[in-house]
Every structure is written in structure tokens, then in C-alpha cells.
């Protein structure tokens, strides 16, 4: 969908206090979008939709223990150079298979 608007601008929102047992999401990412849109499918009583502006930003309210962040730490260079040669590996493989 074209919206006139750079990608720096199409920005996804979280907003919640310490008070409000509900975190409102403003997103333009598409994934996130669908996820969240099924999500509030299945969970009505968890997360709906509350806006859709028509230009690809669609905004949520789900309720605060159904919704995460996950911190993960930067990877060694030890790991880094495992997860390359795994990388590797399993590029030739898939190479060798469509040969």
C-alpha cells in the first residue's frame, strides 16, 4: 500500500503506564499488523482493534500480560562464527538439492 510517507515515518507506537491494565499499539508493519489482527480474532476479550486510518496504520488495545518485549543479548563472536558456518553449510546443502 502506498501511503505518501517515508519508511522512518511509518513508525510502530506502544503506549502504557504503570496504572492501565492496557498497552495501545499503533503500527504500520505489516507482519505485526497480521499477527495482532488474528490475535484479536481469537482473543476478542484480550486485544482489538480500535482504529484503522486507512493509510496502513492500524492500532490495537491489548491488555498489558498478553503483550512482551524480549531483551536478547548480543551474540559472542565465537557464536557469531557458528551461526555463519551453520549459515554456510546449510546454503550449500540447499544448493546441492535444487542441482
Same mark, same amino acid.
Given at each position: #500500500? $502506498?501511503?505518501? *510517507? @517515508?519508511?522512518?515515518?511509518?513508525?510502530?507506537?506502544?503506549?502504557?503506564?504503570?496504572? @492501565?491494565?492496557?498497552?495501545? &499499539?499503533?503500527?504500520?508493519?505489516? !507482519?505485526?499488523?497480521?499477527? *495482532?489482527?488474528?490475535?484479536?480474532?481469537?482473543?476478542? @476479550?484480550?486485544?482489538?482493534?480500535? !482504529?484503522? !486510518? +486507512? #493509510?496502513?496504520? #492500524?492500532?490495537? +488495545?491489548? %491488555? $498489558?500480560? %498478553?503483550?512482551?518485549?524480549? *531483551?536478547?543479548?548480543?551474540?559472542?563472536?565465537?557464536? %557469531?562464527?557458528?551461526?555463519?558456518?551453520?549459515?554456510?553449510?546449510?546454503? &550449500?546443502? *540447499?544448493?546441492?538439492? +535444487?542441482?
Amino acid at each position: #500500500m $502506498k501511503t505518501g *510517507l @517515508s519508511k522512518k515515518q511509518k513508525a510502530t507506537n506502544i503506549y502504557f503506564n504503570e496504572d @492501565s491494565p492496557i498497552i495501545e &499499539v499503533c503500527t504500520y508493519d505489516t !507482519d505485526l499488523k497480521n499477527r *495482532l489482527t488474528r490475535y484479536a480474532a481469537q482473543y476478542p @476479550s484480550e486485544c482489538r482493534l480500535i !482504529d484503522d !486510518d +486507512e #493509510m496502513g496504520c #492500524m492500532t490495537f +488495545e491489548i %491488555r $498489558k500480560g %498478553r503483550f512482551g518485549f524480549k *531483551l536478547t543479548a548480543p551474540y559472542s563472536e565465537e557464536r %557469531r562464527k557458528a551461526a555463519g558456518e551453520l549459515a554456510k553449510k546449510h546454503t &550449500v546443502n *540447499l544448493k546441492t538439492k +535444487e542441482e
